[in-house]
């Protein structure tokens, strides 16, 4: 009954932008962190970025930290990544998900979405 929907990938190319968004229903958005995954050709799902319950504390990895910016709109039960100066490192599937703790930290996602590809070309 929880269903997450990302939407926004694609292809784009290195050192440009994109915005990712993921639209949630089946739940009570607010009392949910929320967070971004990623999973690259071959590797490991990993948390990239997280925001708060309340969107008052946001967290992310090393390697995004600067370019990717977290946000939510509760009134629209969505979250967003906007990914500027992207690199061919980023190229990957991106998922979203909750967090029933709330702190939107790297840990506690219990519902995920199904992924949007991102591809970036030179």
């Known amino acids: 009954q929880v269903q997450l929907v990302e939407s926004g990938g694609g292809l784009v190319q290195a050192g440009r932008s994109l915005r990712l968004s993921c639209v949630a229903s089946g739940l009570t958005f607010t009392n949910f962190g929320m967070g971004w995954f990623r999973q690259a050709r071959g590797g490991e799902r990993r948390f990239i970025a997280g925001i708060s319950r309340t969107g008052d504390r946001t967290n992310y990895v090393d390697s995004v930290k600067g370019r990717f910016t977290i946000s939510r709109d509760d009134a629209k039960n969505a979250v967003y990544l906007q990914m500027n100066n992207v690199n061919f490192e980023d190229t990957a599937i991106y998922t979203c998900?909750?967090?029933?703790?709330?702190?939107?930290?790297?840990?506690?996602?219990?519902?995920w979405g199904r992924g949007a590809q991102v591809t970036i070309s030179s």
């Open positions: 998900a909750t967090d029933d703790y709330g702190d939107g930290d790297a840990f506690g996602y219990d519902y």
